[in-house]
């Protein structure tokens, strides 16, 4: 039964501005070898780049149904972004440091976000709401500009896939030598179903980098008009991260059981491994998860206990954050990095989500 329906639609367009003085060739005051004053490289600019454009059309609907114990909420979206701003990676032979700002040729943005929320029980003494929130998001590059299909054979971006699409050299096939501990005949992915020496190879698309799935659910228990139950999990999926800690730890320190017993483990892996950072499918890993991220429960105390203590009401409780994290991630949590360039999720030395409890009262004079 349809208590409610409105249907919505909306189509505009909008701009964005490149970062100030990113167009402009930039250099360094530093101190010359004779101590007098000098100049470096600092920023290559780029006089061609120029504000990026998006065109979106949005089209949902909300409702209530069911006598308004369920309402719903979407809305479908498709967003195409010409001269999308990204940053390249400078070549040395420029003589320039760090990366450039250039326009892209086009980027497109399929998703949609869907809310949900219903009472499943509705009693004198019992009342039960529940909430339920999903987004999808899927993006492609569509041009890079005229004759180019790539902007990096190993980082990528590359048409065809997602702008924060991953790509590395990934080891396909390779020999363990007992005698050494070594792998060896190693070959990479060389992008058409085929093996090549991994210097050469091309970067091979593993994933990306930024959730494709994010979404809640939560659960409002109240019973006798006095305990309120609170319970939340959310969850983000369909990315990966790069472990750095985990990489630092078995390839520069040498001191993960890889290292020592490499014969126990995938030949594959440990081709990666050993192969100095020029293969590094093995340390970008799921970090998809699901975290249970708030229990409470609150209690109303009889107004006669509120008055002995000179209030009109009082509220206790208690409530629990970050008690569960469910995920495959081979770090310290899925949530603890930051984002370098390219949009790459890296975690390295970063303070995982704490766990927490808290008491509290609330008294009303």
């Known amino acids: 039964r349809v208590n409610a329906l409105k249907v919505r639609g909306a189509y505009g367009q909008s701009g964005q501005q490149p970062e100030s003085f990113a167009a402009l060739r930039s250099y360094q005051p530093v101190t ?19 504000p990026e454009r998006s065109t979106e059309l949005e089209l949902g609907f909300e409702g209530g149904f069911f006598d308004d114990r369920v309402a719903a909420d979407f809305t479908f979206y498709y967003q195409k972004t010409k001269d999308a701003i990204l940053l390249k ?44 929130s999903v987004s999808r998001n899927s993006n ?61 190879a091309p970067g091979v698309y593993l994933g990306v980098w930024d959730p494709r799935w994010e979404g809640s659910f939560s659960a409002n228990l109240s019973l006798w008009r006095r305990v309120r139950i609170y319970g939340l999990v959310d969850f983000k999926l369909g990315n990966k991260h790069f472990d750095n800690n985990r990489r630092a730890l078995c390839q520069v320190f040498l001191r993960c059981d890889e290292n020592f017993n490499p014969q126990n483990y995938d030949i594959l892996m440990i081709a990666e491994l ?89 008294i009303t004079f």
């Not at 501990?181 to 050469?200: E, F, K, P, T, Y």
């Not at 206990?305 to 970050?322: C, D, H, I, P």
Request: charged content about 15%; overall charge negative.
């Open 32 to 50: 010359g070898g004779d101590g007098g004053s000098a100049v470096i490289p600092q920023f290559v600019g780029n006089p061609d780049l120029k």
């Open 140 to 200: 492609k590059v569509q041009n890079l500009g005229p004759g180019v299909t790539q902007l990096d054979p190993v980082l990528g971006p590359k048409v065809g896939y997602p702008v924060d699409g991953i790509f590395r050299r990934k080891v396909i096939s390779a020999d363990f030598d007992p005698g050494t501990g070594r792998a060896i005949n190693v070959l990479c992915d060389d992008g058409s179903g085929g093996g090549v020496a991994c210097a050469s």
């Open 274 to 362: 050993q192969s100095n950072n020029v293969a590094q499918s093995w340390i970008i890993n799921d970090a998809g998860f699901a975290k249970l991220r708030e229990v409470a429960v609150q209690y109303q105390v009889p107004r006669q206990v509120a008055g002995f203590l000179g209030g009109r009401e009082l509220t206790v409780g208690v409530s629990a954050r970050n008690l569960h994290t469910w995920t495959n991630w081979t770090g310290l949590d899925p949530e603890s990095y930051f984002v370098t360039q390219l949009f790459t999720r890296l975690e390295q030395d970063n303070t995982p989500q704490l766990a927490s409890i808290m008491f509290t009262a609330n």
């Open 89 to 132: 990676p400078i070549a040395p032979s420029e003589g320039f440091p760090g990366n450039q700002f250039i326009n892209i040729g086009a980027i497109r943005n399929v998703g949609f976000e869907l809310q949900l929320s219903g009472t499943a029980i509705r009693k004198d003494n019992t009342d039960l709401q529940l909430n339920l």
